[in-house]
């Protein structure tokens, strides 16, 4: 067994040491909050924060993580309190089929804790999530009213 240091818990899994962050958090931690889009690093739906950095999971073999925090949506609003990203979400009706949107919430979360104020130019250049829906300017603008909340 191997440990992983996952939304403030240390967790026990099993798997290979090469498979990729992603399918050991959806399939040996049962945290399905985290999706599969392309599997080779370019949609954003995969997204989680490692020691607070945004990253796609589907390209981090599990065994090169170590001790660093993993951080995924199931914890962003763990006490029952919905961050100020999130709220904006559900205010400015964000998702539309939903499936890219953990991973865009979770980029704009790292998005704003390192930029509190970010320009559109820094939101473009952050999130780089792509939408089948296009949902681009509702994040967009979630992002900017998060920023002022
Ligand atoms: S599934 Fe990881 S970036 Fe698309
Ligand atoms: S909301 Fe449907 S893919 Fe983004």
Known sequence: MAVLNVNGKA???SADPRTPLLWVLREQLNLTGTKY???IAQCGSCTVHIDGV???SCQVPVNSVGNRKIT???ALAANGTLTKIQQAWVELDVPQC???QSGMIMAA???LAAKPKPTDADID???T??????TYQQVREAIHAAAKA
């Open 11 to 13: 967790l026990n899994h």
């Open 37 to 39: 889009g392309c599997g």
């Open 54 to 56: 945004a990253t796609r």
């Open 72 to 74: 995924t949506i199931e």
């Open 98 to 100: 939903g499936y890219c």
């Open 109 to 111: 979360t790292a998005l």
């Open 125 to 127: 250049a952050a999130i």
């Open 129 to 134: 999530n792509i939408c089948r829906c296009g």
